[in-house]
T-cell receptor, first 116, second 113 residues
Framework: NAGVTQTPKFQVLKTGQSMTLQCAQDMNHEYMSWYRQDPGMGLRLIHY???????DQGEVPNGYNVSRSTTEDFPLRLLSAAPSQTSVYFC????FGRGDPSYEQYFGPGTRLTVT | GNSVTQMEGPVTLSEEAFLTINCTYTATGYPSLFWYVQYPGEGLQLLLKATKADDKGSNKGFEATYRKETTSFHLEKGSVQVSDSAVYFC????????????FGKGTKLTVNP
């Protein structure tokens, strides 16, 4: 198993440009999520999905869109990049934990995004 | 709301020193508690977990005990190694449909030889 994969590893954008961060998992996990990591802020949840066709907002959703057309893939779209979106982005997945609070989330290696 | 507070770092120790990283939480109900570790240049990985009061999670020489009375989940290791240098995150989540992890801000640990 490759686990959770993310592409690209690094990206530089100009303000106003759009792009999609890719995330894929091969563990047949129902739950997938996107976090951003900023210095001194820990990880903050952007969007999440509990299964194909179902997405919901997290703590900091503004400026980001997601969709979940398959179980494996959960892309994150930046429609018009802003310098405030400079961050490291992590995708994570887990088996659906309903009724079982001990599930583990598996994280991808991250995408470092700089918006100038 | 639900939140996690960790001791602020960075923490610098010599090899074989004792480590404690404090973590307290605020939550309605009974969360599950986790410690995740992030090694340089990598994503997060689960270090240990506890799902109910008085449970002790342990892994790789690290331990943490779920203390409901003090709402705490402090991470400890008796003798740290250089390879333990990383950022450590305390986190919580709830059963019953909410799989969202709430993270603390992270504590950077550097262990010197």
């Amino acid at each position: 198993n490759a686990g959770v994969t993310q592409t690209p590893k690094f990206q530089v954008l100009k303000t106003g440009q759009s792009m999609t961060l890719q995330c894929a998992q091969d563990m047949n996990h129902e739950y997938m999520s996107w976090y951003r990591q900023d210095p001194g802020m820990g990880l903050r949840l952007i969007h999440y999905s509990v299964g194909a066709g179902i997405t919901d907002q997290g703590e900091v959703p503004n400026g980001y869109n997601v969709s979940r057309s398959t179980t494996e893939d959960f892309p994150l779209r930046l429609l018009s990049a802003a310098p405030s979106q400079t961050s490291v982005y992590f995708c994570a997945s887990s088996s659906f934990g309903r009724g079982d609070p001990s599930y583990e989330q598996y994280f991808g290696p991250g995408t470092r995004l700089t918006v100038t | 709301g639900n939140s996690v507070t960790q001791m602020e770092g960075p923490v610098t120790l010599s090899e074989e020193a004792f480590l404690t990283i404090n973590c307290t939480y605020t939550a309605t109900g009974y969360p599950s508690l986790f410690w995740y570790v992030q090694y340089p240049g990598e994503g997060l990985q689960l270090l240990l977990k506890a799902t109910k009061a008085d449970d002790k999670g342990s892994n790789k020489g690290f331990e943490a005990t779920y203390r409901k009375e003090t709402t705490s989940f402090h991470l400890e290791k008796g003798s740290v190694q250089v390879s333990d240098s990383a950022v450590y995150f305390c986190a919580l989540t709830f059963q019953g449909g909410s799989e969202k992890l709430v993270f603390g801000k992270g504590t950077k640990l550097t262990v010197n030889p």
